[in-house]
């Protein structure tokens, strides 16, 4: 049932980079753009992940997850609120009963170089604290070493501590270097327990692009016609405008079909996405350009 | 070689620095005094408008930031850029628009109008900040500062000198602009875009867009991320348009249509004050 992960899942570079080009060239517009500008802002997980989090910080960020843009209900909240584990009983509390998830960073986020135990540690803290997502990192110098076998069990680990928490495993495909190795990495996270694949940190640049995002869509397609299992993708970090974003819905529309274009299968990891996604719905509903002047920071 | 072909400059649109040509492909046709063609020039659609727009605000911070002296050196150096070019500019507003001892007349007047506003950029702060008597211990003062992003509006009249005293109050004061050029006179334009962008004017402080107006001016007075509205062309509609559409941002709105900016009196640093907010500032002082 588990592939040999020593044997490499060919990605053709040329084939994926021109397929993004084509994704790229799609023009969605009026009735269909309001419609998917809101599916996207129902996508954000709402991000801050500083070492400057103040406890203010954070309860502003879940006032905004709560209230995108005034009061108005026409306008969608997003998923979830990602934050480190030792502000997640705050914003648990702030969000506890509006349907918006609190998704926590662990095992020594962002490089992952904490001993396994320390790592389910916290883990089990922020669970603990009230976090119901949690977004892991691999160990990188262990894939790029070829230890795959390592990094398979410490996700399956990770995930056994993650208890009834859903986990996103992020790649960090800015230190994987070749598309072979993302559609590897994605394949041992998907096989080890993954309920969401994530591209980045977003400490790292490049963060999430297009074309890594294709190859690890089509580690989920495989999966799926595989075993019937839907997994879910998130990336995270260099997404800051919304017709980016739209395009990223085309290629998950096209890859995967409208069965992922909801918030439990399709995530983006981004702070500045969801101001720049409300003033674009601003803009199809009163037909005037907005400014970030009349938008409250998140 | 008697045979040679001519070649023809591309007219593009200037957007944050750079020369591109219009997002919508569109051009159009203008003619000389002679009713001959031309140029063709590209056709801003409201993308065009937007991205100019984002990226005047995105210069704007760094180009208030800058010390007053700074911008007047650069202005200076636009006054420098025109005075080599001066030639060009008279060939060009000859065949475009006006009589040769005019055009003369005009570019000489344009290279001069950008000195003076060079030597106002650090002397009109003084001029209209004041120090305020309060009944409290409070050491009280208000100084202008610049309202931001400015559409400008072009008039038809004085191709070049037009221009050109409409923009260099706007960015002596701080402000960053997106100037819709005149119809008629967009090739002129296109020419002073150049001494701009040869001029140590940092990128999307100065955007000039060629076009039409009724395609540009209500998206330009609508959007909320511009500040104020400066419009010297003599249109009734189009300046109701933009008085209505301020409203939605509270826009500061300046009329000029009707000016004759070859007299001396069309230059002041009242121009620069038209596009200045004053702040106030209390500050603490012992009893």
Known sequence: MIPDFKQTVPV?????????????????????????????????????????????????????ALYPHGTDPDIPRVAAICVYPNRVRLAAEILKGSGIHVASVATSFPSGMGTLESRIEEVKYAVDEGADEIDMVISRWAFLKGEYGFVFDEIAAIKEACGP????????????????????????????????????????????????????LYAIRDYFLKTGTRIGMKPAGGIRDSKTALHYLVMVKETLGADWLNPDLFRFGASSLANDLLMQILKQKTGHYQSPDYFSIG | MSNRVNVLK?????????????????????????QKPLANLCRASRKDLRNAIQAA????????????????????????MLEGRRDQFI?????????????????????????????????YPALFSSVNPVASAHFNFSIPEPTGVVGVIAPDNGALIGLVSLIAPVIAGGNTCVVISSEKHGS??????????????????????TGFRADLVPHLSAHMDVNAVLSAADDTDQKKIIQENAHLNVKRVHFYDGTDWLKEQSQSPYYIMDFQEIKTTWHPVGT
């Open chain 1, 165 to 216: 928490a859903h986990l996103k495993v992020i790649l960090e495909t800015g230190e994987l270097e070749t598309y072979e190795n993302i559609r590897k990495a994605s394949d041992i996270a998907i096989y080890a327990g993954a309920d969401f694949i994530k591209t980045s940190t977003g400490k790292i640049s490049p963060a999430a692009t297009m074309p890594v995002t294709l190859v690890m």
């Open chain 2, 10 to 34: 591309t007219c593009k649109l200037y957007i944050g620095g750079k020369f591109s040509r219009s997002e919508s492909e569109h051009y159009f046709q203008v003619l000389d005094k002679k």
């Open chain 1, 12 to 64: 053709d570079q040329i084939g994926v980079d021109e397929r993004v080009a084509r994704f790229r060239t799609r023009s969605i517009k009026k009735e269909s753009k309001l419609f998917a500008l809101k599916l996207a802002l129902q996508m954000v997980d709402l991000t801050t992940l500083e070492g400057m989090d103040s406890p203010g910080k954070v309860r502003q960020l879940c006032y905004k």
């Open chain 2, 91 to 123: 060939t060009e507003l000859e065949r475009a628009a006006v009589s040769r001892r005019n055009a003369e007349n005009e570019v000489d007047l344009a290279i001069d109008r950008l000195v003076h506003y060079a030597g106002w950029t650090d002397k």
């Open chain 2, 188 to 209: 002129i334009a296109c020419t002073l875009a150049e001494i701009i962008h040869s001029s140590d004017v940092p990128g999307g402080v100065v955007n000039m867009l």
């Open chain 2, 57 to 80: 605000r995105k210069a704007q911070a760094d180009w208030a930031g800058r010390t007053a002296y700074n911008r007047g050196q650069i202005l200076y150096r636009m006054a420098e």
